[in-house]
């Protein structure tokens, strides 16, 4: 697909990768599916850099936007699961 994924030009390099990868387990989830602990790692980082559920919000809509994929729906899924889970829609 091509997108841009939403990123805050004030972010470091670091954190734009952090947030990146966070978007790619995105995908993956709902392509392939995931690994709980993956996505679980990814969705930690992004939590650090993006702190906010404000801002969370604005950048799942921004995102799903332009991707068509609903990072909540996945993230909800994330919090009832367990180690070794599948994360998938």
Not at 22 to 45: D, P, R
Not at 62 to 76: A, G, Q, T
């Given at each position: 697909m091509e997108y841009s994924y ?28 995931v690994k709980q602990e993956i ?18 919000k604005t950048l799942f809509k ?28």
């Amino acid at each position: 697909m091509e997108y841009s994924y939403p990123l805050d030009l004030d972010w470091s390099t670091e954190e734009m990768i952090a947030v990146t990868h966070f978007y790619q387990m995105i995908e993956k989830g709902y392509e392939s599916g995931v690994k709980q602990e993956i996505l679980s790692q990814a969705y930690q980082e992004f939590k650090q850099i993006v702190p906010s559920k404000a801002e969370e919000k604005t950048l799942f809509k921004e995102f799903e936007k332009v991707s068509n994929y609903r990072p909540w729906d996945l993230i909800k899924q994330l919090k009832n699961s367990e180690k070794n889970d599948i994360i998938k829609p």
